[in-house]
């Protein structure tokens, strides 16, 4: 009798090994199946309009992985990456619905850069951590305009946060335009920040600073606070159902406030590694729409920060590289957003898991 | 006799179960043929294959002796077949008159034509006897107009044959005695009628035969004169069970909730708990009888924090807990199992262990600082699956896997596995469930009463009142009526009060009670 | 700064540049209202307005014509919109997410094309594009102020103000504008007549496209005659909270459009007057907050009538 049952636990252990496992695969595979379509996509816009793109690739690639510095540069593009996709995460597991990555990325940069410009006799081991806490404050202060208008007023944050991308761009151009204007900018910007804001690079020859560290090490966090804390489960529940959270006692509100402060603070984060990192100062229109980018990586990576590195990874390949691309084959760099457009419009496509996971049942069961 | 309609040999089959197993029936023309069946008995699959929602797999269809097809319900309604849904398919911001003629709109060029709308609807509500107001909007009509309006949809496409899908399960039984006379009328008309419903009282009052479905096979048909509830419920069942009184005795203990003067409004801002009081006493069930939609909704979910009151005190042992958040509530010993257990539930893409967890996660030994201690969180959900007889494969997966009983199952040990409650609020806890679960989860309620908590079950299905309650208040628009204790008499009176809001023989006037 | 005089900042021509500013908000919107009532919210209208604005341009230098770069718009706005009923109807993708993707696609797309076809950065402006000319309506334009403010628009003013009234017309007052509303809000009536809601959803988003394509062809071909990066500047999304203010309705949700048209115009003018651009260009987005803003204490006032028997709030967002 108990070798019966034991015989059953095992092959119910088995069983769901097996299911496990083809689970993997499948979710593998369906990853490589759309990356491939966008390849495609990508490599028959280009071939309609005339160019060639294994070459175009080629140089993608040789831009992105060429050597070690190159490496280390995409390592670097990755650097916000990997935090636009954690901040984008973090508010869609809550179910916050927050397109206001950018306009947050702006603001968050622009904070950080002023408390870089505007203090000048601090040791790097206090401006650093100052700058960095304004880049977070900024970006997280400017999702409260949104919170306001959800929590009080039950208007959804899918227009606001929109609109406040656009006035966050408007405004930090006004602010460098005339206030906080400095002269002496290649385009317009900012005063430059102070030497010790600056953050201290790791290699020499690249762009890369400790800021990929700080990326790295938030990954860890960011993955223990979702999963492991009481916080993190009030939000996750949020997320998968507002009506049972409030029925079961969890604090609606609170998590909803976390989230979108923790998604502005996060991006905030990364403005600030830019500026104080790569640029040295705020530039005006300094990002290429690294707001959307966190977008497209939250959505590709189920917004799971284990997932967000590599998905993170990929973009900042595709950022490094297109610049190489476009000047060693005169392949716009925009052909890179098509090909990222296209990832995310076949993401959520279920039939292709669906499907998959079938046939792979029939091979591993 | 004229035969209107027939099936043969039908079957039809879905993944996993038989839903009609060879069925076969025949419907004289101008009569009222009651199919009954208990949930799942597959009286609403065949009425699908009546009406051409759902294709049989073997089988045939006679209408008026010849045999039809239908690709679709547009074939049926074409062959003289119409449906009266138990959800009703009116769309809500359209008048009654344009649900009515819906997909059949009388045009003046590509426009329709407004006034020959109005008007035909109307010429076909005086024609069959029916009372509607064809130009108010469908949201603003009561229940029983909406069934009428759906009645209406039917006959204004000419059908000869009407299914009705458990027409009575929204009305109450002034409506139902309402809706029976209309139905007498149309019959009078040569239609012929067929009525799905689980109500044996009903289908033994309106029918002239009927036929009982169970686990997919037609058991048989009887003429409504040669037959009774009893032997109905026999064959629906198999075996002698009615009147199933789970509750035998009780210990009433102390007053623990006590709810005075309370008001809600609903979501438009009406009031739909109106001045009500309420007191539960440890030990006792109290049973909330009445139909869905007289404030009970909104009832417990102030009682939860989940709503706004506008007046009233709620007290637990004594201490005022109406303003307080519901978790501090539930913290004070209440423990809550909704009625749309997909809403308010469960979470279903959350795994059953963070389905278990939300009232005890932030607290030792759940939790430690800022992290939940995982194996401790384990150990419990373990522990509660298999007390309460949850049947799954672990606890790491999706709670949406589970069949409908089990969600509930999960949901019961959440709420009642550790023992920890003072007041327990149920609202419809078995809607939708099988049998065994439903048997299981009443027996837990009962369980739980007799360890000494404060049980109010609300639940639409008079049965279940009647077989818990060791005492029951009717729901009626917005008010709680005391119906008293459990007695012989229990049954008429709480009937009467869930039609009228009155006591058969109180004066008029008198129609709040205080709940004792 | 100038004399900042309100007589001379609301001026006629400033009502006739808010209804011309309005023309490509009321295309989305109309667009948009279509595809809501069938239950899909299309946040991929400032895209698809993207798409037409490009092949509106690049159809009127190979044609010649400005009708001729709005059939070309027409074409590449229902293909880009098919492709999006396809990914979320056959292929079952999230629809929100697949309008979000389709934004940044269309961005990617036509500045890729900017280069690759049009070989130029930025912007491209050449007198090979040919635009609309205004229309004058005789004897209205001698009717004193209403004149200056009816006559003398770009056809496509015109013809978005009638599109309105079409919209109402399809949606109210035909059989099959009522089949497509019970899709959006009570699908079970719908399939039980037998209405194919697949494709009424389909409908929904190719008219959003079509829609969409006047609306983006206008921006490229009228007032200003050139495409640059990203032109829509967000007047996608302005149509969504127009559709959310309008409650789906086409002519409450008209009004909000000619706020955001007067929006518009009103920060031009106001540069005019010395005020720094930046600032002045937040004033549409700014605008449409306030705009939500509204409605929802609309809606809040609505609900504490308790007397109103009115219709149920059929309201639609996707969060």
Redesign the interface.
């Known amino acids: 009798m108990v070798l019966k049952k034991e015989l059953m636990n095992k092959k119910?252990n088995n069983h769901?090994w097996r299911e496990k496992l083809t689970n993997i695969l499948a979710q593998f595979a369906n990853y490589l199946l759309i990356l491939i379509i966008a390849l495609v996509i990508g490599a028959l816009?280009?071939y309609l309009?005339?160019?060639d793109p294994i070459s175009a690739y080629g140089a993608l690639w040789e831009g992105a992985f060429g050597n070690g510095y190159r490496f280390a540069d995409t390592l670097d593009r990755s650097t916000i990456m990997i935090l636009a996709g954690i901040a984008g995460s973090i508010a869609f597991r809550t179910?916050?619905?927050n397109?206001g990555l950018e306009g947050q990325l702006y603001i968050g940069a622009f904070t950080a850069a002023w408390v870089g410009f505007t203090f000048t006799n601090l040791p790097s081991i206090v401006h650093i951590p100052l700058c960095i806490i304004a880049g977070i404050l900024g970006g997280a202060l400017w999702t409260l305009?949104v919170l306001y208008?959800k929590l009080r007023?039950?208007?959804?944050?899918?227009?606001?946060t929109?609109?406040?991308n656009?006035?966050a761009i408007?405004?930090t151009?006004?602010l460098i335009?005339?206030p906080f204007r400095d002269p002496t900018a290649p385009m317009a910007g900012s005063p430059l920040v102070a030497a010790s804001a600056r953050l201290p690079k790791l290699i020499k020859g690249s762009t890369i600073n400790i800021g990929f560290i700080i990326a790295i090490v938030l990954i860890f966090i960011s993955y223990?606070f979702i999963f492991?804390?009481?916080?993190g489960?009030e939000m996750?529940?949020v997320g998968?159902?507002q009506?049972?959270?409030?029925?079961?006692?969890?604090?609606v509100k609170k998590s909803i406030i976390l989230a979108m402060l923790m998604s502005g603070g996060i991006i905030g984060l990364g403005g600030a590694l830019m500026i104080l990192g790569f640029f040295g100062r705020f530039l005006g229109g300094f990002s290429s729409?690294y707001g959307?980018d966190g977008?497209?990586i939250a959505?590709v990576a189920q917004n799971h920060p284990f997932a967000v590195f590599p998905a993170a990874l990929f973009f900042g390949a595709l950022a490094n590289g297109a610049l190489t691309m476009q000047s060693v084959t005169g392949?716009?760099q925009?052909?890179?957003?098509?090909?990222?457009?296209?990832l995310?419009?076949?993401?959520?496509?279920?039939?292709?898991l669906e499907n998959i996971r079938k046939g792979l049942k029939k091979w591993v069961m | 006799m004229v035969e209107a309609l027939s099936v043969k040999n039908i079957t039809k089959t879905f993944p996993g179960v038989v839903a009609n197993d060879n069925v076969s029936l025949s419907i004289e023309k101008g009569t009222i043929r009651a199919i009954v069946g208990e949930n799942g008995a597959g009286k609403t699959t065949l009425m699908n294959i009546i009406y051409g929602l759902y294709h049989p797999d073997s089988g045939q269809i006679f209408i008026d002796r010849q045999e039809v097809t239908f690709l679709s319900p547009r074939d049926a309604i074409a062959k003289g077949i119409g449906m009266v849904h138990q959800h009703f398919k009116l769309v809500p911001s359209y008048t009654l008159a344009q649900n009515i003629a819906l997909g059949v709109e009388p045009r003046k060029g590509i426009l329709i034509n407004e006034t020959a709308l109005n008007n035909n609807v109307q010429e076909i509500a005086q024609k069959y006897g029916f009372n509607i107001n064809e130009k108010e909007v469908t949201a603003n009509v009561s229940v029983g107009e909406q069934q009428r309006a759906e009645i209406l949809k039917a006959l204004y496409r000419g059908v000869e044959i009407l299914v009705l899908d458990e027409p009575t399960a929204v009305l109450t039984d002034i409506e139902t005695k309402e809706l029976f006379v209309m139905l007498r009328n149309l019959v009078k008309q040569g239609i012929t009628i067929l009525f799905i419903s689980h109500k044996l009282r009903e289908v033994v009052e309106i029918s002239d035969d009927i036929s009982v479905m169970r686990a997919g096979k037609l058991v048989g048909t009887v003429k409504r004169s040669a037959t009774n509830e009893r032997q109905l419920a026999e064959m629906m069942v198999g075996r002698e069970t009615i009147g199933g009184r789970i509750r035998k005795q009780s210990q009433k203990g102390q007053l623990v909730m006590d709810i005075k003067d309370l008001s809600v409004c609903d979501n438009r801002d009406l009031k739909a708990v109106n001045n009500v009081s309420l007191d539960l006493y440890c030990g006792e069930i109290v049973g909330g009888a009445g139909v869905d939609g007289n404030g009970q909704e909104e009832f417990v979910e102030a009682l939860?924090g989940?709503r706004d009151i506008s007046t009233g005190k709620i007290r637990i042992d004594g201490q005022e807990v109406q303003d307080l958040?519901?978790?501090k509530?539930?913290?004070s010993g209440v423990a809550?199992i909704?009625s749309d257990r997909y809403?308010?539930?469960?979470?279903?893409?959350?795994s059953i262990w963070?389905?278990m967890?939300?009232?005890e996660?932030?607290v030792k030994p759940y939790?430690n600082g800022?992290?939940?201690v995982?194996p401790e969180i384990i150990q419990m959900s373990d522990n509660l699956i298999k007390k309460f007889n949850v049947s799954t494969?672990?606890i790491e997966i999706k709670t949406g896997n589970l069949s409908g009983g089990n969600i509930q199952r999960v949901i019961a040990a959440r709420e009642l596995g550790l023992e920890k409650a003072k007041v327990v609020i149920a609202s419809q806890p078995t809607r939708g469930i099988d049998i065994a679960g439903t048997e299981a989860i009443r027996q837990m309620l009962v369980d739980y009463a007799n360890r000494g908590a404060a049980v109010l079950v609300i639940s639409a299905d008079l049965d279940e009142i009647l077989a818990l309650s060791d005492r029951i208040v009717v729901f009626y628009e917005g008010l709680v009526i005391d119906a008293g204790y459990y007695d012989k008499d229990i049954r008429q009176r709480v009937g009467w009060l869930m039609t009228s809001g009155k006591d058969h023989g109180v004066e008029e006037g008198t129609h709040e009670q205080k709940a004792k | 700064m100038g004399n900042v005089d309100l007589r001379s900042i609301l001026t006629i021509a400033l009502f006739a540049s808010a209804l011309r500013m309005a023309t490509p908000i009321i295309f989305a919107t109309m667009g948009g209202i279509f595809s809501s009532h069938t239950g899909i919210f299309n946040?991929g209208l400032e895209g698809m307005m993207l798409i037409g604005s490009f092949f509106a341009v690049y159809g009127s230098v190979q044609t010649g014509s400005a009708y001729g770069g709005l059939l070309y718009a027409i074409i590449a706005c229902l293909v880009v919109s098919l492709?999006f009923a396809v990914?979320h109807l056959?292929?079952?993708?999230?629809p929100?997410?697949?309008g979000?993707?389709?934004n940044?696609?269309?961005?990617?797309?036509t500045?890729?094309?900017?280069?690759?076809?049009l070989e130029v950065y930025g912007v491209y402006k050449t007198d090979l594009i040919v635009g609309f000319n205004e229309l004058e309506i005789p004897l209205i334009n001698q009717i004193p102020i209403l004149g200056k403010l009816i006559s003398g628009h770009f056809p496509l003013v015109y013809f978005s103000f009638v599109s309105v009234y079409i919209v109402y017309l399809i949606l109210y007052k035909t059989p099959f504008g009522f089949h497509l509303r019970a899709v959006g809000e009570k699908i079970d009536a719908a399939e039980s007549i037998g209405v194919n809601t697949k494709k009424m959803k389909y409908y929904g988003l190719l008219v959003s496209g079509l829609f969409c394509a006047f609306g983006g062809t206008f921006l490229s071909l009228s007032y200003l005659t050139l495409f640059s990066e990203e032109m829509t500047?967000?007047r996608g999304?302005l149509a969504?909270?127009a559709i959310?203010f309008g409650r789906m309705r086409p002519v409450p949700s008209l009004m909000a459009c000619l706020v955001f048209g007067f929006a518009d115009a009103l920060a031009v003018r106001l540069q005019q007057f010395g005020l720094?651009s930046?600032?002045v260009?937040?004033l549409p987005?700014?605008m449409?907050?306030i705009v939500?803003?509204i409605s929802?204490?609309i809606?809040?006032r609505r609900k504490k009538s308790s007397l109103k028997k009115g219709e149920e709030d059929v309201e639609f967002?996707?969060?």
């Open positions: 119910q769901a816009v280009m309009s005339g160019r179910n916050i619905i397109l305009p208008l007023w039950k208007i959804p944050e899918l227009v606001p929109l609109m406040l656009y006035i408007r405004l151009d006004y335009a005339f223990w492991k804390t009481k916080v489960y996750r529940m998968l159902n009506d049972f959270a409030a029925a079961a006692g969890l604090p729409g959307w977008f497209m959505i392949v716009p925009a052909v890179v957003a098509m090909v990222k457009g296209t995310v419009l076949f993401v959520t496509v279920k039939i292709f | 939860l989940l958040s519901t978790r509530i539930r913290e809550y909704p809403r308010s539930g469960v979470a279903i893409d959350a963070e389905n967890v939300p009232g996660y932030y939790s800022l992290s939940l995982m494969p672990g | 946040v492709l990914l056959e292929l079952k993708a999230n929100i997410i697949v979000l993707a389709l940044i696609f269309a961005v990617g797309m500045n890729y094309l900017l280069t690759a076809l500047a967000g999304w969504l909270a959310n720094p930046q600032v260009l937040m987005y700014i449409t907050v939500l803003f929802a204490i809606a809040e967002s996707p969060s």
